[in-house]
C-alpha cells in the first residue's frame, strides 16, 4: 500500500508526515466535543431535562423510560439518568465496530469520517433543544461510530509497516485526545452551568466544527484509503495453532476483568460527578482569588494527570526493565483492576469522614483522579499493546473489536451500577465499586503464571 508519508516524505513537521498534526488537531477537537457534552450530561438530565415539566416534552420519553423500567423495574430520577448516560457511553464504544465495516467495506475511510463529524456537529447543536435530547444522543452515537475508528487507521497508514515512528506516532496522538479532553470540562462544563445548558452543548458543537473544518484542509496530505474491495488470490484457510488457540483463550478471559474496570472507571462522569456537585466542598482560597471550583472541572483531572503521569509510568517500567523487575503484561493489568479499588476506598472513606448531610474537601477527589489515572496507566494501553502482540494476524481486526467492546459492556454495567446510587449510604456505594476492582484483581493474579506463559509477555 502506498503511504502518504512515501508521497510527501519531504514534508514532515518535528520528524513526522504532516498529515499526523492534522489528525492530532482533529482528533483533539473532536474529543473536546465529546468530553465537553459528557460532563453535563448527567447534571443536565438530573437538574433539568428529565425533570417534570421538561422529560414530557423530549421525543420519545415515554417509551424509553417503559423500556428501562420493564427491564430494571421502576426508576427515580437519578437512576433513570445513570441509566441513560451508561447506554449512551456504551453504545459510543459499540458503533466504531460498525462503523469500521461500513469504510472498509463500502464508503472507505474519508468519507466515512466525515459523515461521522456531520452527524456529531448536528448532535451537539440537537442537544441546545429539549425536544431533541435522545435523537440528539442517538445522533452523536452515530456520528462517534462512523468517525472513531476511521481517524485512528489514518494515522498508521501515514508510515510504512516497518517505520519505527509508528508506535510514537500514535502516543502523539494519544496526547491529543487528553489535551481535547482536559479543556473541554474547563470550556463547556463552565459555559453550561454558569450562562445556560444551550452554551455548553453549543460550544462542544463549535468543537466538532472546527475538527471538521481541520481535517478537510489536511485531506491532501492524508493517506488515500485502504483498497479492501481489491481482488485477492484465493488462500487457504489456515487454522489456529495450538499456542494461537491458548493466547486466544487468555485474551478472552482477560476481557472479564477489562469489562469490570471501565464499570467502575466509568463512575467518573456520572456517579463521582453527582459526588463533585452535592457533597464536596469546592471552595478554593488561593490568596489573590477565593471561590468554588464548578463541577464540571474535576472531569479536567483524569486527562491531565494522563500527559502528566504518562512520562513518569514509562520511565518506571524503563528503569525495573533494567533491574529485570518489570511486571508481567498480565500483572500490569491486575495492578491497574486494584488501582480501580483502592480509588474507590479513598472515596469510601470521605464518605465516612463526612458523615450525613456534610460535604468533604476536593482534595479527595483529587486523591481519587491520581489513583484512578494510574490504575488506567497500568491497565488500558497495555491492554491494545497485548493484543496485537498475541492475536493471530488473521483474525487481529476481530479480536481488537472484541477487546474494545469491553469498553462498551462496562459503561452498560456503570450504569446499571450507578443506578443504586441514591438509594445507598455513599460509602457503601463506593466500597462496592471497591470491591468489584479488587475481586478482578486477585482473579487475574491468581492466574498471573499461567496467563504469562500462554501469552508470552
Known sequence: ???????????????????????????????????????????????????????????????????????????????????????????????????????????????????????????????????????????????????????STQVGGLY???????????????????????????????????????????????????????????????????????????HEVRRFTSQERRAVIALLFLCIPMTCFWAGYEQQGNTIALWADAFTDRSIDLGIWTGLIP????????????????????ALWRRQARRGSEPSTVAKIAYGCFGLAIANLIMAAAAWHTGDGGTASWLWLFAYFVVITLGELYLSPVGLSLVTKVAPSTHLSLLMGVWLATSFLGNFVAGWLGSYWSGMEKANFFLMIAAIGAVTGLMVWAVNRPLKALLRT
Open 295 to 314: 463541577t464540571t472541572w474535576f472531569q479536567a483531572f483524569n486527562p491531565f494527570m494522563i500527559f502528566a503521569f504518562t512520562p513518569l509510568v514509562l
Open 160 to 234: 510504512a509497516q516497518d517505520d519505527p515512528r509508528r508506535d510514537r506516532a500514535y502516543s502523539i496522538f494519544y496526547v491529543g485526545i487528553n489535551i481535547g479532553a482536559f479543556f473541554s470540562p474547563l470550556i463547556c462544563g463552565t459555559l453550561g452551568e454558569s450562562v445556560g445548558w444551550g452554551y455548553g452543548f453549543g460550544a462542544a458543537g463549535v468543537g466538532m466544527v472546527i475538527a471538521l473544518v481541520t481535517y478537510f484542509f489536511g485531506l491532501r496530505v492524508l493517506p488515500p484509503d485502504a483498497r479492501t474491495t481489491s481482488i485477492r488470490a484465493p
Open 1 to 151: 500500500m502506498v503511504t502518504a508519508h512515501a508521497e510527501t516524505a519531504e514534508k514532515e513537521i518535528f520528524g513526522h508526515p504532516r498529515g499526523l498534526t492534522y489528525l492530532f488537531t482533529t482528533e483533539m477537537w473532536e474529543r473536546f466535543s465529546y468530553y465537553g457534552m459528557r460532563s453535563l450530561l448527567i447534571l443536565y438530565m438530573v437538574k433539568y431535562i428529565l425533570l417534570p415539566g421538561h422529560a414530557e416534552q423530549v421525543l420519545g420519553y415515554a417509551s424509553m423510560r417503559d423500556a428501562l423500567e420493564f427491564a430494571f423495574g421502576p426508576l427515580a430520577l437519578q437512576p433513570l439518568a445513570s441509566q441513560i448516560y451508561g447506554l449512551y457511553t456504551a453504545f459510543v464504544y459499540l458503533t466504531p465496530i460498525f462503523g469500521g465495516l461500513l469504510a472498509d467495506r463500502l464508503l472507505g475511510q474519508r468519507r466515512t469520517v466525515i459523515i461521522g463529524a456531520v452527524l456529531m456537529a448536528l448532535g451537539h447543536f440537537m442537544m441546545a433543544f429539549e425536544s431533541l435530547f435522545l435523537v440528539a444522543l442517538l445522533t452523536l452515537i452515530l456520528g462517534n461510530g462512523a468517525f472513531k475508528p476511521n481517524i
